[in-house]
């Protein structure tokens, strides 16, 4: 069998949002790089660098010396093609939740593509709405529903470890098949889609509801092609025009 392709695991990025204890940032470090994961993003961490982080780390102080920093997690994501939220709850905001298997099977899959990412919430809140408004996808580990959440870096180490698990049992992954937009495609197509919505008067910027979540929620249960993307910001760009066009048409000739 040839061997399994270690730019894969290179392109599946742990990111972990709004960490409190920088202890926990160390051990997520120690986890990723005891199965091969080096691509660590911090998004707002509370505190770092720390010398608890450099301990808790232990050997795997160059993981976390490589860690960037983003202070949003749409930066974080902006060059992703796949990002799934990993959380004990929370199933409303996003419609699909998968296995930890499932979800590294998709992950290695994409990761042929370009870079993907496992997104970790804060110790005590864990993921907010607005985070996993950015995930097209939800990872649940099945823990005893009596008590289900894992220590921070303990729910690392159970993905990281099912990622090696997968990408051990097999040399090539089914390609996508298309090529998916990013991150930062997708967050730029909501942004369209709302001001589009409020120039036709579909959306009241004063009183939105909850239809851009709504809205999210439907592209988050597809894979939006970049081509896809491009279309629909295409209509969009024609109904504004269209409406623009409409404004200045005096009524009645
Ligand atoms: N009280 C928080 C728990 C946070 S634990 C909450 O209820 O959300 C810190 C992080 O570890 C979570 O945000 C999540 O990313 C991960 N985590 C812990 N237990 C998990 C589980 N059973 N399934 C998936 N992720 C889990």
Redesign the pocket.
């Known amino acids: 069998m040839t061997q399994p392709n270690p730019q894969l695991l290179a392109n599946i990025r742990i990111v972990l949002a709004r960490t409190s204890h920088p202890g926990n940032i160390g051990a997520a470090a120690r986890a990723m790089k005891t199965m091969g994961l080096t691509d660590l993003v911090l998004v707002d961490p509370a505190v770092f660098p720390n010398s608890q982080a450099d301990a808790m780390a232990s050997g795997a102080v160059d993981v976390l010396a490589g860690a960037r920093v983003y202070p949003t997690l749409a930066e974080a994501l902006a060059d992703t093609r796949l990002a799934l939220g ?5 199933r409303d905001i996003v419609a699909e939740v998968l296995t930890p298997p499932e979800a590294s099977a998709r992950l290695l899959g994409e990761a042929q593509a370009g870079p993907v990412a496992l997104v ?8 907010s709405n607005e985070e996993l408004s950015l995930c097209q996808g939800l ?3 099945p ?1 005893n529903p009596e008590y ?5 870096a303990a ?1 690392v180490q159970v993905l990281c470890y099912e990622i090696r698990q997968a990408w051990l049992g097999r040399a090539s992954w089914p390609q996508p098949g298309f090529e998916s937009a990013t991150g930062e495609e997708i967050e730029n197509l909501y942004t369209h889609l709302e001001t589009a919505l409020a120039e036709l008067e579909f959306l009241n910027p004063g009183s939105p509801g909850k239809l851009m979540l709504k809205l999210r929620r439907l592209f988050s249960r597809t894979r939006l092609a970049k081509e896809e993307v491009n279309i629909l910001r295409g209509i969009l760009t024609a109904a504004q025009v269209a409406k623009r066009a409409a404004g200045t048409v005096p009524r009645n000739g």
């Open positions: 990993v959380s004990a709850r929370r970790f919430g804060n110790e005590t809140s864990g993921l990872v649940t580990i823990a289900s959440s894992l220590n921070l729910a």
